[in-house]
């Protein structure tokens, strides 16, 4: 394979959304791209679940992301009314 070639070749990437896995076939994807994976509604957010200090990330739809094996992602709805019943 010659390294033009080996630069094509696209890696599968394994996520898990919601605790489900699946497979990019890339590192990179837009927003758009990871909603589209499960697919999610249009009243809830994706979110990247970020372990440590840091806070979680949502994942917005215009946006680019790196992806690494492994990341775990999970939606939650757009809004949320304490209270309401």
């Known amino acids: 394979m010659t ?7 696209h890696r599968v990437i394994p996520i898990f959304i919601d605790d489900v896995k699946y497979e990019l ?19 809830r957010d994706l979110w990247l679940d970020v372990h440590g200090p ?8 215009e946006q680019e ?3 690494t094996p492994g990341s775990h992602f999970y939606t939650a709805p757009s809004t949320i009314n304490p209270g309401a019943r």
Do not use: C, F, H, M
């Open 54 to 61: 840091k806070d979680d990330i949502l994942i917005r739809p």
């Open 65 to 67: 992301y790196e992806v």
């Open 25 to 43: 076939s890339g590192a990179k994807a837009s927003g758009a791209q990871l909603r589209a994976v499960v697919p999610v509604p249009a009243d």
């Open 3 to 9: 390294t033009q070639e080996s630069a094509n070749v």
